[in-house]
């Protein structure tokens, strides 16, 4: 139980255009997904906090502008990088938390590689 | 602040020796720390939590208040045990997570 999938889980694309990455909790709801960026050899670093039927959180630093967040049911959370340039190329990770049922915690995707061009 | 550190990047054993991979953190409270693995190619994924006293693959992890720490051990390492190990901590509220920069695990034979 509590696995959660990212689609794409590779994206190339040109400068200048917008990409769109989902993540989906498979067999439970989340109420709250997380996003993150990771840089090579980097740790985790939390963007934004994706909650269902409301706006997203942002952390500091982190344009929202830029980065779009829905989270339009219980189960997909998207984020669609506007206006792509080089220095977004990075690999993106969701994670869902679910807090209820015997697996509780956060539940991570397997993560999307954006490279723009 | 809330913080987490590991202050190893990489962390490299001979197979059947005891592994030891350090956290510390810097918090107000009661905390509740977690590890994550992230194995080659794959997804990151819990390996443990404190308040669960739980041994996952032979890995425990003590909450020591008095040092601030949560280092992860194993007494025997095992080749598959090589991966990246994250120690995170509860922030925020809201059930979010800030992960440690993360320790390189390589246990060689």
């Known amino acids: 139980g509590a696995v959660v999938s990212q689609h794409p889980s590779r994206v190339i694309c040109k400068s200048g255009t917008s990409v769109k990455i989902e993540c989906r909790s498979l067999?439970?709801?989340?109420?709250?997904m997380f996003w993150y960026r990771q840089f090579p050899k980097q740790s985790l670093m939390l963007m934004a906090t994706s909650n269902e039927g409301s706006k997203a959180t942002y952390e500091q630093g982190v344009e929202k502008d830029k980065f779009l967040i829905n989270h339009a049911s219980l189960t997909l959370s998207t984020l669609t990088v506007t206006s792509a340039h080089p220095e977004d190329s990075s690999f993106y990770i969701c994670?869902?938390?679910?807090?209820?049922?015997?697996?509780?915690?956060?539940?991570f995707g397997p993560g999307t590689r954006l490279t723009v061009l | 602040a809330q913080r987490v550190t590991q202050p190893e990047k990489l962390l490299s054993v001979f197979k059947g020796a005891p592994v030891e991979l350090k956290c510390n953190y810097s918090?107000?409270?009661?905390?509740?720390l977690f590890w994550y693995v992230q194995y080659s190619r794959q997804r990151l994924q819990l390996l443990l939590r404190?308040?669960s006293r739980e041994s996952i693959k032979g890995f425990t992890a003590d909450l020591n208040k008095g040092e601030t720490s949560f280092h992860l051990k194993k007494p025997f390492a095992q080749e598959e045990d090589s991966a990246m190990y994250y120690c995170?901590?509860?922030?925020?509220?809201?059930?979010?997570?800030?992960f440690g920069t993360g320790t390189q695990l390589k246990v060689e034979l």
């Open positions: 918090y107000s409270g009661s905390p509740e």
């Open positions: 067999d439970f709801q989340a109420t709250t």
């Open positions: 404190h308040i």
């Open positions: 994670s869902a938390f679910s807090g209820t049922g015997t697996t509780q915690g956060q539940f």
């Open positions: 995170a901590l509860p922030t925020g509220g809201g059930n979010k997570l800030t």
